[in-house]
C-alpha cells in the first residue's frame, strides 16, 4: 500500500468486542486501538506531514537530512553514533546525511575533546537560514497536529507524553536497555 493510501489515514474506530444479536459468525472483531498504537500511527503521521511541509518549505534537503539538521540543533555537541541512536538510523546511513550536510556547509564535524577519535557535530552560521525554513515547516505541522486543542490541552497532552518517555528512558536504564543513550533525557 502506498502512503497515500485513505486507508492508512483514517483512524481506527473503536469495535465492540462482543458479536451482536444475530450477527453471522466471522473473525473476531480488533479491540479498541491501544496506546502504543496510536501514539505509533500518530508518529507514522506526523512524520508524513513533516516530510510534506518540508517540500512546501523548500529547504534542498531531504526530509531526513532536515531531520538530523534540527536534531543536532536541539541536542547540541553530541557524537554521531548518539545522533543516529536518536535518528533510529544506522550510524552508516547518518554518516551519508552528515557528508552531504558538510559539503553544503551547513555542519562541521569538530574533534571530541574527551577522545580524539570521536566527532561532534555541529551547525555552522549557513545552517540558520535553512533551520528558519525548517522552522516554518514545523510551524505548518504543528498547527495541524494541535488543531482542535485549546493550550491548556496542548499544555497537557505535552506533559502526559513528557512522563510517557521518561518511564520508557527509566525502564531502559534500569534494564540496560539498548536505545538509551547518555542524555537522551535530557531533551524530555
Known amino acids: 500500500m502506498s502512503s497515500a493510501d485513505p486507508e492508512l489515514s483514517r ?38 506531514r513533516f516530510d510534506a511541509a518540508l517540500e ?9 537530512e532536515a531531520r538530523a539538521l534540527n ?55 549557513e545552517a540558520d537560514v535553512v533551520m528558519q525554513r525548517i522552522d516554518e515547516g514545523l510551524a505548518l505541522v504543528r498547527a495541524e497536529l494541535t488543531a482542535g486543542l485549546t493550550p491548556a490541552e496542548e499544555s497537557q497532552l505535552q506533559q502526559l507524553l513528557l512522563t510517557l518517555k521518561a518511564n520508557l528512558c527509566d525502564a531502559d536504564q534500569r534494564t540496560g536497555a539498548a536505545g538509551a543513550p547518555a542524555g537522551s533525557n535530557a531533551d524530555a
Open 71 to 125: 536534531l543536532i540543533r536541539r541536542m547540541p555537541g553530541r557524537r554521531q553514533g548518539v545522533l543516529a541512536e536518536l535518528m533510529g538510523v544506522e550510524p552508516m546511513t547518518l554518516v551519508g546525511h552528515l557528508d552531504r550536510l558538510e559539503r553544503s556547509g551547513l555542519i562541521r564535524r569538530v574533534v571530541d575533546p574527551c577522545d580524539r577519535r570521536a566527532r561532534i557535530i555541529e551547525l555552522t552560521a
Open 11 to 48: 483512524p481506527a474506530s473503536p469495535v465492540p468486542l462482543s458479536p451482536q444479536a444475530g450477527a453471522a459468525p466471522g473473525p473476531t472483531p480488533s479491540p479498541a486501538p491501544t496506546l502504543g498504537w496510536l501514539i505509533t500511527d500518530v508518529s507514522r503521521l506526523l512524520r508524513r
Open 56 to 64: 512546501r518549505v523548500d529547504t534542498g534537503l531531504t526530509p531526513a
